[in-house]
């Protein structure tokens, strides 16, 4: 099964459903992001400005519920909806206080990205869905197939 995250029209196709999303990024960049929020990379725990969700085709690697694993309800919503999806960043030294000071010539591979609600209206990069309703729906066609096919997720 294939999925497809149209991240600028902002619409994710599921089985012939169409579910709303975003992914707006609070950044360095563009000001929203404050120097003492320093993000890190994952696996490596580097700092970085975060960024939207890589465009490819990536894996569905797993579904989390937040009853079995107890992650924070308003970050991540009733579910995770884990990917293999990945991209290459820069990082950022930190000053003295810990705070962001400047880009470095470093890059390094940052993943982790989800699929999830969250109460905010942005993410560290993962795509977030419209609402508690539709993370759930999400999960449940996903889950539904995950167990006998491969799923995939298109993001463009």
Request: aromatic share 8%; proline share 6%; hydrophobic share 40%.
């Amino acid at each position: 099964m294939k999925i497809i995250a149209d991240l600028n029209a902002g619409e994710l196709l599921v089985q012939g459903a169409v579910f709303p999303i975003s992914c707006n990024v609070r950044t360095l960049r563009d000001g929203t992001r404050l120097g003492k929020d320093v993000v890190k990379t994952i696996p490596d725990g580097l700092p970085y400005d975060p960024r939207p969700f890589p465009k490819g085709t990536w894996r569905v690697t797993g579904i989390e519920w937040q009853k079995d694993k107890k992650f924070d309800p308003n970050t991540f919503g009733p579910v995770k909806i884990r990917t293999d999806a990945w991209q290459m960043v820069w990082v950022w030294e930190l000053d003295g206080q810990g705070r962001y000071l400047r880009q470095t010539a470093r890059q390094v591979r940052d993943s982790g990205y989800l699929l999830h609600y969250a109460v905010s209206g942005t993410t560290w990069g993962c795509i977030r869905l419209n609402s508690p309703e539709d993370a759930t729906a999400v999960a449940n066609i996903i889950s539904g197939v995950l167990s006998r096919e491969e799923v995939l997720l298109e993001a463009v």
